[in-house]
Structures are given as C-alpha cells and as structure tokens.
T-cell receptor, first 110, second 115 residues
C-alpha cells in the first residue's frame, strides 16, 4: 500500500523560515510534488522533485531523499499570504498515478 | 489557453436525488482525477482515468458513485441517491503522463450541498 505522512498543523512567524516535512512509503516511486492550497481554493503546483537534493525556486525550496523516503518544503521570509495548506504528493510509476498526503495547515502569525 | 473547468460551481440538492458533475480537462491531458474534499480535510482520491486504460476506481466510497470519461475529453461524476455525508467540494484535475511534466492542474471545484 501507499503511506504518506505530514504534520497536520504548523505555526510560524512572519519573516521567519519554516520547514514542512513529508515521509512516504510507496512502491514504484517516480517523483514527489508539493502543492499549495489556500482556504476555499483549488491546489496549485509548487514543485516536483525527481532526483535527490534541494531545488530552489524563489522563497520556496524543496528537498528529496529517495533512499530515506523523505522530502521537505522550505519556506523563507514568510509572509502572511503563505498561510495555507501544503500538500505532499507522490507520483507512482507503472500506472502513473499521483497520491496525496493529507496536507499540513500552516498559519503565519505577525 | 483554457484551464480545467468544472460545472456547476455550486449544487444544492435534496437527499435522495441524483447529481451529475462535469469536468473539462486541459486539451491533450491524458490523465484525469476526481477528488473529494470535505471542509477542513485533505484530498480524498475517488477515481483516476489514464488514456484508454481501465480506470482506477479504488477510491469510490460506495456503489452510488460512478464516473465516465470518453477518450481524453470530458468526464462526468455521478452520485446517485445523495446522502448528507456526500456534501463536499469535488475537485477534478488533469495532467500529462509523458514528456516529464506530470503536475496536476486543478479545476475550481463543484461545491455540493445535500440538504
């Protein structure tokens, strides 16, 4: 079966850095997505990691370790608008299917 | 270009009625997913279509739920004899499955309320 774990909720201060972790146990792993979902809106794509290492995209970076089944999303210089849910999702080979974790609700406080 | 569209955006129905939700994926996207999201909850996978392969129906919660997709075009999700627990936002997403770009593009969702 597939198992994807993320913390349910996190709180961080405006201007700070926050790391949201995701661990997974899946078969046929191809890559890992991070999505952002603001309340009442559809998820939007943030990043896709296939190879081990850190990929940086502006204030957001995503890290993957395939051997450890581990990823994190790093948000720097937090802004109030970053308050949202962050969804980790695994792309499985073979059937080419994406499976989502339950998401981490991040609250940014002043 | 147009993104994923869904209709209706909102649907209020009485318990026991059937409803049909529609999803228009991005043209050329071979993969199409339906998800259910209850208030404050994560995405619950319902069904997955990939090209002409048999759909993955493993997420459908009961036999009251069914979905169809003709080729790589429009998909409809049908819920028969709706129950109050079916109230949720139903999200559709489409993606490519070749060329190295597999990100899902989500539609705005259909908010279903069963009274």
């Amino acid at each position: 079966g597939q198992n994807i774990d993320q913390p349910t909720e996190m709180t961080a201060t405006e201007g700070a850095i926050v790391q949201i972790n995701c661990t997974y146990q899946t078969s046929g792993f191809n890559g890992l997505f991070w999505y952002q979902q603001h309340a009442g809106e559809a998820p939007t794509f943030l990043s896709y990691n296939v190879l081990d290492g850190l990929e940086e995209k502006g204030r957001f970076s995503s890290f993957l370790s395939r051997s450890k089944g581990y990823s994190y999303l790093l948000l720097k210089e937090l802004q109030m608008k970053d308050s949202a849910s962050y969804l980790c999702a695994v792309y499985l080979g073979g059937y080419q299917k994406v499976t989502f974790g339950t998401g981490t609700k991040l609250q940014v406080i002043p | 270009g147009a993104g994923v569209s869904q209709s209706p955006s909102n649907k209020v129905t009485e318990k026991g009625k059937d409803v049909e939700l529609r999803c228009d994926p991005i043209s050329g996207h071979t993969a199409l997913y339906w998800y259910r999201q209850r208030l404050g909850q994560g995405l619950e996978f319902l069904i997955y279509f990939q090209g002409n392969s048999a759909p993955d129906k493993s997420g459908l919660p009961s036999d009251r739920f069914s979905a169809e997709r003709t080729g790589e075009s429009v998909s409809t999700l049908t819920i028969q004899r709706t129950q109050q627990e079916d109230s949720a936002v139903y999200l559709c997403a489409s993606s490519l499955t070749s060329g190295g770009t597999y990100e899902q593009y989500f539609g705005p969702g259909t908010r279903l309320t069963v009274t």
